[in-house]
């Protein structure tokens, strides 16, 4: 072949080649998904998340035409699970909801974590909250976060506060009103929201941090005071309750928090697609109300938007659990 025919010809099997790699890409990602799509929760059956992941499932699952079947991998504070994710394909077959607890304390509470929260996964959308209310015993002489506050910093006080358990995400709430306020309270952990609730309810403990979910029962017993909620807002589920931050501690902000991310290097255009349904289905009215009965309100963002969130979480929790010293059972 003539040296002037040779470089037209390579230039043609390159483009036949890039135009076939092109229609493959876009191949894969017209027909995704062709096969059911593994849901992974970091957390066990019958707890809030879990309940939110079996709600939005099934119509994730009409919408993807694809069954989305719902797999628990407790454990290591949400790390299980996370860790799970963080190895399997790429290929929009594994998405993973996980929390605050897995995604921005464990890099700090965890010396060998077995995932980077920050460049194993590819974030898709924040899924909803868990809000946490602060609690006291009945007799403990205070209304709001300011009284408990001024109390603290009175000589003889000794106040103490329960929560769900050491590195929980409770424990470092408790942690973070403490720094924010510059006040001492002795934590007693608990092995979950539950006996944390009884604790402060026996008054063996003066004041308790627990999901809005566990104390909805008891909200109207003569045996606790309920001071505020720990979101930035008020809370849908109890709008009545005052903020910590408006109610005298300015800028406090904790919650339980969810997201839904899948391993990184899942292509861009199966990110949009899954963010697009998740979103949808997040914004339907029924979600809204099946939320709440579990004590949650949903939440959505943007994969940026997650992205960005994940690290000043990180940020923020990893000053705290550097300044209390906090570990995990």
């Not at 998904?33 to 499932?57: E, L, N, Q």
């Not at 921005?104 to 959308?125: E, K, Q, R, V």
């Not at 940026?304 to 690290?311: G, V």
Request: net charge positive; hydrophobic share 45%.
């Amino acid at each position: 072949m003539h040296q002037h025919l040779i470089k037209p010809a390579i230039g043609l099997v390159a483009a036949l080649c890039l135009s076939i790699s092109l229609n493959a890409n876009a191949q894969s990602n017209v027909t995704w998904p062709t096969k059911p799509i593994r849901f992974v929760v970091t957390f066990p059956a019958g707890g809030s998340s879990d309940a939110a992941a079996r709600i939005v499932a099934p119509k994730l699952s009409k919408r993807l035409g694809q069954s989305v079947v719902v797999d628990n991998k407790p454990g290591a504070g949400g790390g299980v699970g996370l860790d799970v994710v963080a190895k399997a394909p790429p290929d929009g077959y594994t998405i993973v909801l996980a929390s605050a607890g897995g995604l921005a304390a464990n890099p700090s509470l965890y010396p060998n974590l077995s995932y980077n929260p920050g460049s194993d996964f590819a974030p898709i959308t924040l899924f909803g909250t868990s809000p946490f209310v602060l609690i006291a015993n009945a007799n403990v002489p205070v209304k709001t976060i300011k009284d408990v506050i001024d109390l603290a910093k009175t000589k003889d006080a000794k106040l103490s506060y329960a929560s769900g358990g050491n590195g929980t995400a409770m424990h470092l709430s408790g942690e973070l009103i403490k720094s924010m306020a510059g006040i001492n309270l002795l934590h007693v952990p608990y092995r979950g929201s539950a006996p944390a609730l009884m604790s402060v309810m026996g008054g063996e403990t003066s004041l308790a941090i627990a999901d809005i979910a566990t104390i909805e029962p008891q909200m109207k017993s003569s045996k606790i005071k309920i001071l505020g909620v720990l979101n930035k807002q008020r809370s849908s589920l109890a709008p009545d309750l005052p903020t910590l931050a408006e109610s005298g501690l300015p800028g406090f902000e904790a919650n339980g928090w969810f997201a839904v991310l899948a391993p990184a290097g899942v292509s861009q255009s199966i990110v949009a697609r899954l963010n697009a349904e998740i979103v949808g289905v997040l914004r339907e009215s029924e979600t809204a109300e099946k939320f709440a009965q579990a004590g949650l309100e949903p939440l959505s963002s943007t994969p940026e938007e997650l992205a960005q969130y994940i690290k000043s979480e990180t940020i923020k929790w990893s000053k705290v659990i550097a300044v209390s010293g906090a570990k995990v059972d």
